[in-house]
C-alpha cells in the first residue's frame, strides 16, 4: 500500500512540474562543452557563421541566416578559469580575434587553436538564455557590427554594452 501511495504522489508531483511549463516551451540549457551549437544573435536571430564555408586561416566570421550547415555549428571545449575555446566544425578552427587586436572593430575570423587569450572566450550571462561572449585578451565582446540585420554583416569584438547584437543564444541544431 505504501508502494502505490509514494508511486501516485510522484506521477503527482511529475504532472504539476510539467503543467508549470507551457505547451510549446523552448526549454533551454546552459552550453555545454563538446555539445554542438548553433551561436545565435538575439539582434538578428542569425548564426555565427565562417564566410562561404572557408577553411583556411583568417576566414572572416559574419552573421548568417541559420542553415545548419558546418560552418555553423560550434562548440565549446573548456580551457580553465572559466574560459573556452570555440572551434568549428567545418575546419576545426578556433574563434579567434584578428592578431590579437585590443581595439573596438578588431575582426573576428577562425584561425588554427592555438591557445592564446585572443582565442579564450567566457559566457557571461546577460538575460535569460543569452550570454555576452567575451574575449580573454581585450575583455571585449563578440559583436554584429553595427547591429546590421544583414547577412554577410561582420563579426567583431567591441565594448560591451549589453546591446541585442551582443547576446547570444547556444542552440542545438
Not at 35 to 55: F, H, I, T
Not at 65 to 91: A, F
Not at 121 to 128: K, M, N, T
Request: glycine share 10%.
Amino acid at each position: 500500500m505504501r508502494l502505490r501511495a509514494f508511486v501516485f504522489s510522484a506521477v503527482l508531483a511529475v504532472g504539476a512540474l510539467l503543467s508549470a511549463v507551457p505547451a510549446g516551451a523552448d526549454v533551454r540549457e546552459s552550453p555545454v562543452p563538446g555539445v554542438r551549437y548553433e551561436v545565435v544573435v538575439q539582434s538578428s536571430d542569425k548564426c555565427l557563421d565562417v564566410s562561404g564555408a572557408n577553411p583556411d586561416n583568417g576566414a572572416q566570421v559574419i552573421q548568417w541566416s541559420c542553415h545548419g550547415g558546418p560552418n555553423q555549428r560550434w562548440w565549446l571545449t573548456s580551457v580553465g578559469g572559466g574560459n573556452y575555446q570555440v572551434q568549428v566544425e567545418h575546419s576545426d578552427k578556433c574563434l579567434d580575434v584578428s592578431g590579437a587586436s585590443p581595439s573596438n572593430g578588431a575582426r573576428v575570423i577562425q584561425w588554427s587553436c592555438h591557445g592564446g587569450p585572443n582565442q579564450r572566450w567566457r559566457l557571461v550571462a546577460s538575460g535569460p538564455d543569452v550570454y555576452q561572449v567575451r574575449v580573454a585578451h581585450s575583455d571585449k565582446c563578440l559583436d554584429v557590427s553595427g547591429a546590421s540585420p544583414s547577412n554577410g554583416a561582420n563579426v567583431i569584438q567591441w565594448d560591451c554594452h549589453g546591446g541585442p547584437n551582443q547576446r547570444w543564444r547556444f542552440r542545438r541544431p
